[in-house]
């Protein structure tokens, strides 16, 4: 499962934020990350908003040597940008890497940020990222692209997610794509997939201070929207707020009495597990909640100026 989580700052300087272009090949290597904010030159006048990332990583036991099926991507660019992708499964049973379409969507991502068509544009750069990717599986996937002016735009394709929280409030949400329950929308290296023209295009602008909490079905199945909120405020350190935010994921997930979204959501359309193994502990959870290893971004945006 992969989340990224952000708060947003203005500052009055070019480059608020150095955060280097990370590709998901050293990222997913990585137990814990982080990036720190700095000013660079800050005799500037122009309010500008940038991204502060920490991360977290808990790969599940059987595939720590790969760090599991999720990637992301964070660059500097700009306002800054932050993608994640979670690789679908299934494609094991065929033989294939599931982790290896994620990987090269997300190198591919980082690599056409800077391509002049892309222009902010999200969906652009997902049209152009998915066509260079050559590997064989599939993934969901959200992008969010942060402009200097405090515009946030975002593009996703499936359940991956993303929540705008500020002072204490989620105030924008976006949307999971599905076709049926537990069959998101996803790009694919196959015809049948989806595309960029499916991608739910969304944006808003940004305030000092505001929190972005992005992530896979992984934290989404697993986590209720106020523990998100609550749990974040108790973290003003980026990598704290990210491996909290995961431990309490994962923990749910192997809590056979919580009632997660997930599971909550699947009764309400009808699905739920046998009573005798109800009896043995196993529980109802989404495909993602302990099979994909935890990833938690936690950008945040100060006021460098006061």
Not at 25 to 51: D, G, I, M, Q
Not at 190 to 198: I, N, P
Not at 214 to 230: P, R
């Amino acid at each position: 499962m992969a989340i990224p989580l952000m708060r947003a700052s203005i500052s009055h300087a070019q480059m608020l934020f150095q955060i280097p272009s990370l590709s998901s090949s050293n990222l997913v290597t990585k137990k814990n990350k982080s990036l720190h904010c700095a000013s660079t030159e800050p005799n500037l006048v122009r309010s500008e908003l940038s991204f502060c990332v920490g991360s977290h990583l808990i790969p599940h036991p059987n595939k720590i040597e790969k760090g599991g099926e999720d990637a992301f991507t964070v660059s500097s660019y700009d306002g800054g940008l932050i993608a994640v992708a979670d690789g679908v499964s299934g494609w094991a049973e065929q033989n294939v890497d599931p982790s290896l379409f994620p990987r090269e969507l997300m190198a591919n991502i980082s690599r056409l940020l800077e391509d002049e068509e892309v222009k902010y544009d999200p969906q652009t750069l997902l049209r152009k990222a998915h066509v260079a990717t050559s590997s064989i599986g599939s993934a969901t996937l959200i992008i969010a692209m942060l402009e200097r002016n405090g515009m946030l735009k975002i593009a996703n394709v499936g359940d991956c997610e993303l929540r705008v929280i500020r002072k204490g409030q989620i105030i924008f949400s976006t949307s999971p794509q599905e076709h049926y329950f537990d069959c998101p929308y996803q790009l694919s290296s196959e015809m049948a997939g989806q595309t960029y023209l499916d991608a739910v295009v969304s944006g808003m602008e940004l305030m000092e201070g505001d929190i972005i909490v992005m992530g896979s079905d992984g934290l989404f199945d697993n986590v209720f929207d106020h523990e998100i909120v609550s749990t974040i405020a108790t973290h003003s350190d980026v990598s704290v707020g990210a491996k909290a935010l995961a431990n309490l994921a994962r923990n749910h997930s192997m809590d056979s009495e919580f009632e997660s979204p997930y599971s909550l959501e699947a009764r309400s359309r009808g699905y739920d597990i046998p009573f005798w193994k109800k009896i043995l502990g196993m529980k109802l959870t989404g495909m993602d909640c302990l099979f994909i290893g935890f990833r938690m971004f936690l950008p945040v945006v100060r006021n460098l100026a006061t």
